[in-house]
């Protein structure tokens, strides 16, 4: 069974930074390619950044430039450093991950951009 635990949400002025953490279970984690999504209020789910278990990034066009995805595999974690953010990025931030035909997600973390 995986289990992902995101944390590191919070609220942000316009132009701040924060990072969000994701915490997986499993020895296997290594081999596991990563993303993260977010969720705004009435909008559908949409992929953020994913890193590969070789360590290769794909990011939104969106977030491009301001943030970067990464992982510690001695820790089991996968983290998003967020910079300059704006208030567009205000959402539900989830951890996930597909392994064969099974797709993972954490309960997700609150990101909120406002002044």
């Known amino acids: 069974q995986v289990q992902l635990v995101e944390s590191g949400g919070g609220l942000v002025l316009p132009g701040g930074s924060l990072r969000l953490n994701c915490a997986a279970s499993?020895?296997?984690?290594?081999?596991?390619?990563m993303g993260w999504y977010r969720q705004a209020p009435g909008k559908q789910r949409e992929l953020v950044a994913t890193?590969?278990?070789?360590?290769?990034?794909n990011y939104a066009d969106s977030v491009k430039g301001r943030f970067t995805i990464s992982r510690d595999n001695a820790k089991n974690t996968v983290s998003l450093e967020m910079n300059s953010l704006k208030p567009e990025d205000t959402a539900v931030y989830y951890c996930?991950?597909?392994?064969?035909?099974?797709?993972?997600w954490g309960q997700g973390t609150q990101v909120t951009v406002s002044s």
């Open positions: 890193i590969a278990s070789g360590g290769g990034t």
């Open positions: 996930n991950t597909k392994l064969s035909s099974w797709v993972y």
């Open positions: 499993g020895s296997a984690f290594r081999l596991w390619a």
